[in-house]
């Protein structure tokens, strides 16, 4: 690791060393938590990708989960006693409407009530996020992402929600996440549904960004503020120094880091991706710009590691394969790399973002916690914090007006097709008693923020 030593574990940080406007945070998102089998939560297509053999480790999914949906004030409790300012947490639209669309369930939207009210109780700072990736079936059988019309459904269900909702959040995403939706749900196969189809991914890329683009204009008008979107970077290094490596890592850069900020901010797809995804792309897809671009009021970051990459043998597009290095690594086998943080936060701001305050919506890493009469020492975890942190720090000298930083998770959760195995939460879940333990990570967070 970097700069911040392992010394001892304690997060090297405080208030003082932040604007004084600057928030602390942690991150969650409703499937990985609530227990979609409670509360009249419909469907989605995470139940069904699961359900499917081959997906899921052990077959797991989020019916139970951490059992959130009825532990959430003991939850909340958490999040304040660590003495964090804000929560951020997503809204199922299964839950919402079980349908995708059409009649309320009213014991969903009443949870999210609560819930917001039980935040502003405890003085912390709700943070929303209408989609991370809880699809509605219904939806999902009509072709989900790859169907423009999803980008209507997408408008309905955001006016359900905001129309209850809207006036207690302190910042609303549209989504978490549009590449993970996209590419690595419809090109890479590993997230719900599970297809490895370019004509399926390059729709998707697109619709994701339509729907966006609906939502936001359907927040506006009902006078929701503060509205923004979170997307995921991840480092992009040629595996070795030949030209082929080079072209290689930058082409996953276009796909993975410039597509839906270039979308967002410059209503223009970079021309490097498009060489490749343009024959599969839904008609006349430039025309959507003009709702695609509406402006934001801020972005969220979640970023984790970087990856090497190499040239792949064959000719189709895109030809690339990230390829194992050489640093410390994560129980998921990321590679830690704080530089990284630092590179997209002031790499947004100059060229996408351009003067918008930033948001760090997900932050953290996964390691093999194991709870004994001591607690649970996740000293990789601190430091990777302390290493993380300080690249925040860099940053703001920089000049760039980064405002939060939000740690993923506040619970060991449901690492989606990685099942409860990896274990990224400030606080250990006992997935057999659902019992919390705060981790040594929790306790040298609410030290570095108290008083
Ligand atoms: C992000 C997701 C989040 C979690 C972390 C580890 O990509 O937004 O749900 O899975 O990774």
Same mark, same amino acid.
């Given at each position: 690791?970097?700069?911040?030593?392992?010394?001892?574990?304690?997060?090297?940080?405080?208030?003082?060393?932040?604007?004084?406007?600057?928030?602390?945070?942690?991150?969650?998102?409703?499937?990985?938590?609530?227990?979609?089998?409670?509360?009249?939560?419909?469907?989605?297509?995470?139940?069904?990708?699961?359900?499917?053999?081959?997906?899921?480790?052990?077959?797991?999914?989020?019916?139970?989960?951490?059992?959130?949906?009825?532990?959430?004030?003991?939850?909340?409790?958490?999040?304040?006693?660590? =003495?964090?300012? *804000?929560?951020?947490?997503?809204?199922?639209?299964?839950?919402?409407?079980?349908?995708?669309?059409?009649?309320?369930?009213?014991?969903?939207?009443?949870?999210?009530?609560?819930?917001?009210?039980?935040?502003?109780?405890?003085?912390?700072?709700?943070?929303?996020?209408?989609?991370?990736?809880?699809?509605?079936? /219904?939806?999902?059988?009509?072709?989900?992402?790859?169907?423009?019309?999803?980008?209507?459904?997408?408008?309905?269900?955001?006016?359900?929600?905001?129309?209850?909702?809207?006036?207690?959040?302190?910042?609303?995403?549209?989504?978490?996440?549009?590449? *993970?939706?996209?590419?690595?749900?419809?090109?890479?196969?590993?997230?719900?549904?599970?297809?490895?189809?370019?004509?399926?991914?390059?729709?998707?890329?697109?619709?994701?960004? &339509?729907?966006?683009?609906?939502?936001?204009?359907?927040?506006?008008?009902?006078?929701?503020? =503060?509205?923004?979107?979170?997307?995921?970077?991840?480092?992009?290094?040629?595996?070795?120094?030949? /030209?082929?490596?080079?072209?290689?890592?930058?082409?996953?850069?276009?796909?993975?880091?410039?597509?839906?900020?270039?979308?967002?901010?410059?209503?223009?797809?970079?021309?490097?991706?498009?060489?490749?995804?343009?024959?599969?792309?839904?008609?006349?897809?430039?025309?959507?710009?003009?709702?695609?671009?509406?402006?934001?009021?801020?972005?969220?970051? =979640?970023?984790?590691?970087?990856?090497?990459?190499?040239?792949?043998?064959?000719?189709?597009?895109?030809?690339?394969?990230?390829?194992?290095?050489?640093?410390?690594?994560?129980?998921?086998?990321?590679?830690?790399?704080?530089?990284? &943080?630092?590179?997209?936060?002031?790499?947004?701001?100059?060229?996408?973002?351009?003067?918008?305050?930033?948001?760090?919506?997900?932050?953290?890493?996964?390691?093999?916690?194991?709870?004994?009469?001591?607690?649970?020492?996740?000293?990789?975890?601190?430091?990777?914090?302390?290493?993380?942190?300080?690249?925040?720090?860099?940053?703001?000298?920089?000049?760039?007006?980064?405002?939060?930083?939000?740690?993923?998770?506040?619970?060991?959760?449901?690492?989606?097709?990685?099942?409860?195995?990896?274990?990224?939460? &400030?606080?250990?879940?006992?997935?057999?008693?659902?019992?919390?333990?705060?981790?040594?990570?929790?306790?040298?967070?609410?030290?570095? &923020?108290?008083?």
């Amino acid at each position: 690791m970097t700069s911040a030593k392992r010394e001892d574990s304690r997060l090297l940080f405080g208030r003082a060393d932040f604007p004084p406007d600057f928030k602390f945070g942690t991150a969650t998102s409703s499937y990985q938590i609530e227990g979609s089998a409670f509360g009249g939560c419909g469907a989605s297509h995470w139940d069904s990708f699961a359900a499917t053999p081959g997906n899921v480790v052990r077959g797991e999914n989020g019916a139970t989960a951490c059992d959130h949906f009825h532990r959430w004030r003991q939850d909340l409790d958490l999040v304040r006693d660590a =003495n964090l300012d *804000c929560y951020r947490f997503s809204i199922s639209w299964a839950r919402v409407l079980p349908e995708g669309w059409g009649s309320v369930n009213e014991a969903g939207l009443d949870f999210y009530d609560r819930l917001i009210d039980g935040m502003l109780a405890r003085g912390l700072e709700p943070f929303a996020t209408l989609y991370h990736w809880d699809l509605p079936s /219904p939806l999902a059988s009509l072709g989900g992402w790859q169907n423009r019309s999803i980008a209507d459904r997408f408008a309905d269900y955001t006016e359900v929600v905001m129309r209850r909702l809207g006036d207690r959040l302190a910042a609303s995403a549209t989504f978490n996440e549009p590449w *993970c939706i996209a590419w690595l749900s419809h090109f890479l196969g590993q997230h719900a549904p599970g297809l490895r189809d370019i004509r399926a991914a390059a729709h998707a890329m697109h619709f994701v960004l &339509l729907a966006h683009g609906r939502s936001v204009e359907v927040m506006r008008g009902l006078g929701v503020k =503060n509205v923004g979107v979170v997307m995921n970077f991840e480092y992009a290094q040629p595996a070795d120094e030949s /030209p082929e490596a080079r072209a290689a890592a930058k082409l996953y850069d276009g796909i993975y880091n410039r597509w839906f900020a270039g979308g967002v901010f410059d209503k223009a797809y970079p021309a490097d991706v498009l060489a490749g995804l343009e024959p599969h792309m839904p008609k006349a897809f430039a025309d959507d710009f003009e709702i695609i671009g509406a402006p934001v009021d801020w972005l969220g970051i =979640n970023y984790y590691t970087r990856k090497l990459i190499a040239p792949d043998s064959g000719t189709l597009f895109p030809a690339l394969k990230a390829v194992k290095g050489p640093l410390e690594k994560t129980s998921m086998g990321w590679e830690v790399y704080p530089e990284g &943080l630092y590179h997209f936060i002031t790499w947004m701001h100059e060229t996408y973002a351009r003067g918008l305050p930033i948001h760090i919506t997900e932050n953290g890493m996964s390691s093999d916690d194991t709870l004994d009469a001591e607690g649970v020492a996740d000293t990789q975890r601190i430091d990777y914090l302390n290493c993380h942190l300080a690249e925040v720090r860099r940053a703001i000298d920089a000049g760039v007006p980064v405002k939060s930083y939000f740690i993923w998770s506040l619970l060991d959760n449901y690492e989606w097709a990685l099942g409860y195995d990896k274990r990224f939460g &400030l606080v250990h879940v006992d997935f057999e008693t659902l019992e919390r333990q705060p981790k040594n990570s929790w306790y040298a967070l609410q030290k570095a &923020l108290g008083a």
